[in-house]
Nanobody, 117 residues
Framework: QVRLVESGGGLVQPGGSTRLSCVVSGSISATAFRSAGVSWYRQAPGKQRELVALLSYTGATTYADFVKGRFTISRDNAQNMVNLQMSSLNNEDTATYYC???????WGQGTQVTVSS
């Protein structure tokens, strides 16, 4: 069984920054993790879950238009970790953020980010 656990987030002031992390553990080898794409999604109340950023195993990145230039996805293969550095946050970034292994239905429990003064 593979487990994804997100952390970070919390209450952030508009214009502020925060960093999310996702640790992948369980029955996934280091090789398998390195060979997988990883992504971050978010879901705001009453809205559908949407892609925020994706990082392929080759290092190629894809960002949603609404986060381009503000968010950066990265990974630490040695720690089976995926990160999302978020800056210039605004109220519309308020959501629960989830990490995902691309091509799977493997999701974490999510971590809440609330942008508010």
């Amino acid at each position: 069984q593979v487990r994804l656990v997100e952390s970070g987030g919390g209450l952030v002031q508009p214009g502020g920054s925060t960093r999310l992390s996702c640790v992948v553990s369980g029955s996934i080898s280091a090789t398998a993790f390195r060979s997988a794409g990883v992504s971050w999604y978010r879901q705001a109340p009453g809205k559908q879950r949407e892609l925020v950023a994706l990082l392929s195993y080759t290092g190629a990145t894809t960002y949603a238009d609404f986060v381009k230039g503000r968010f950066t996805i990265s990974r630490d293969n040695a720690q089976n970790m995926v990160n999302l550095q978020m800056s210039s946050l605004n109220n519309e970034d308020t959501a629960t953020y989830y990490c995902n292994i691309v091509g799977t239905q493997l999701w974490g429990q999510g971590t809440q980010v609330t942008v508010s003064s």
